[in-house]
């Protein structure tokens, strides 16, 4: 594999609101994302520059990684996001234990099958376990039940599903998001 795998730098949101706006156009973008093309697009610039600036290397909440060609191009992207044992999560649940949740994952097209997703959750993973404080116990993420590719991809890399799920946002005629999770690894 010729991409490097990395976090994102703040001055980089055009490339950061490119690769949204591609995945947001993907043929199963409705089953991946909860968000549109539309919205999306019409997000001003600070919106683009914050989101990435909050995103990039140096923070410790949130950190999207990247796989980036030789050219400089960027096939594919995963997001992490800290969730604390106790505090609400974006998606309104308390978590009993210190997690990360995958969010965003996008390998574009032309680029899949050539390992970038396995790299992009290696980098997620290893960045999780890594954080300071009080320790990650576990990385969780939602996948749409009719997304059997994703599923059957998550699988593959350690994640099982946990039983948990919750409704998909709205215009969704009562599908869910199944959570899966990858525990922390035991070390001796």
Not at 17 to 31: F, G
Not at 132 to 137: D, I
Request: no cysteine.
């Amino acid at each position: 594999m010729e991409h490097l795998i990395r976090p994102v730098r703040a001055d980089e949101w055009h490339k950061a609101r490119e690769i949204r706006l591609a995945a947001l156009q993907d043929p199963v973008a409705h089953l991946a994302f909860l968000d549109t093309y539309e919205a999306a697009v019409a997000r001003p610039d600070e919106h683009w520059q914050e989101r990435t600036a909050g995103a990039a290397e140096g923070g410790d909440s949130v950190r999207q990684f990247v796989a980036e060609a030789p050219d400089g191009a960027w096939d594919g992207t995963v997001t992490v996001l800290v969730e604390h044992r106790g505090a609400t999560s974006l998606i309104g649940d308390v978590p009993t234990v210190q997690q990360t949740q995958v969010v965003g994952v996008y390998v574009r097209p032309a680029a899949r099958g050539a390992g970038l997703a396995d790299a992009l959750f290696r980098a997620a993973l290893e960045w999780s376990w890594s954080l300071e404080g009080e320790p990650v116990q576990r990385v969780r993420l939602h996948v749409h039940e009719e997304n059997t590719r994703a599923r059957a991809f998550y699988r593959k890399l350690g994640f099982v599903p946990t039983g948990a799920h919750m409704p998909v946002k709205e215009g969704h005629d009562g599908a869910l998001e199944l959570e899966y999770e990858v525990r922390r690894p035991v070390t001796r």
